[in-house]
């Protein structure tokens, strides 16, 4: 089984910036892809940011393409997601999750896909 917990979220001002991290116990993380995923009151979970088990590959929304920053630190069992330049849409239920990384060229960003997931952490951007 795997835990993951997030930390880091909270309320700032339009054009501000947050940092999410995201610590995993239980398994391997290094055996792990990770993606993050947000979603917003009365709609559907959606894709944030992805990368690989080596962080070798990433993967980002378009909506947040040139702002928000995947990152990992294999040592520490943490992800992060660095939030620049965050816009009131932004807001949302920001979740981590992993995956095991069993295909090496396949980096999803499916929800489906990733099997365990963190209790998720309130981002609010305000206008």
């Known amino acids: 089984q795997v835990q993951l917990v997030e930390s880091g979220g909270g309320l700032v001002q339009a054009g501000g910036s947050l940092s999410l991290s995201c610590a995993v116990s239980g398994r391997p993380f290094s055996n792990y892809d990770m993606g993050w995923f947000r979603q917003a009151p009365g709609k559907e979970r959606e894709f944030v940011a992805s990368?690989?088990?080596?962080?070798?590959?990433?993967a980002y929304a378009d909506s947040v393409k040139g702002r928000f920053t995947i990152s990992r630190d294999n040592a520490k069992n943490t992800v992060y997601l660095q939030m620049n330049s965050l816009k009131p849409e932004d807001t949302a239920v920001y979740s981590c999750?992993?995956?095991?990384?069993?295909?090496?060229?396949?980096?999803?960003?499916?929800?489906?896909?990733?099997?365990?997931w963190g209790q998720g952490t309130q981002v609010t951007v305000s206008s």
């Open positions: 999750a992993a995956r095991f990384s069993g295909t090496p060229y396949v980096l999803s960003i499916s929800p489906p896909d990733y099997r365990y």
């Open positions: 990368m690989k088990w080596n962080g070798g590959r990433t």
